[in-house]
């Protein structure tokens, strides 16, 4: 029963979480204040009374529509709400009542202001991933990965840089500069083994997405695909279930 409530908990967390991370993801990079101007519809300017402020369910009674000027929301606001609040559940559910549970959180909210700065614009800031670097370098000295070392910690974090940087100098410009230097703050929150997942992970999601627009004949569009998304999504599971598939793909032999 305490595990149910707290789920919750965490879950609504999320959600609240999730709302402020995409005002942070759609302001940052266009240089805007995330405190000023308060929460408006993009259409019409017009300002959200309370009753709009609630993550989800907002949505769900507008029918995703501004009630001033009927403009559709765009979806990912909810979506991106929604995942904030799933990820924070999970990390709860995988490590408990721990530190490595406020760390994961942190890890969630990186990734989640990512994928919305590069679903929106095909950026990842350096406004973004300065602080979390900042704090991971910290944070990770402080509580390092179970079973891992801090010196692991600085040795991914390098391994994530270099590994991509020589692959973007070979592939001249096939990988971008923020997705190379996310490698390496991933790099520093995982364990090295984890950190090679996440690679693995996200390259396979990026191919099967790619053969999927290729095989719907939208191909050509492939070099548009911003593949921020696709890291978080590999980061995400190789953190939450890494060891499990370790373990699982070892008893194997
Ligand atoms: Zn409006």
Redesign the pocket.
Known sequence: MLQFLLSVSFFLLGLLFGSFYNVVGLRVPKKESIVYPPSH??????RLGPGELIPLVSYVLAKGK??????RISLLYPVMEGLTGLGFVLVFLRYGLSWETMLGILFVSLLIIITVTDLSYRLIPNKVLLPFFLLFLVLRFLWPYEGTGYGQHLIGMAAGFLFFWLLAVVSRGGMGGGDIKLYAVIGLFLPPLLLFLTVFLSAACGTLYGLYLWMSGRGARKAMIPFGPFIAIGALVSYLYGSGLGAWYLSLY
């Not at 519809?41 to 017009?46: I, V």
């Open positions: 519809c993009p259409a019409c300017a017009r501004c009630k001033g000027c009927h403009t």
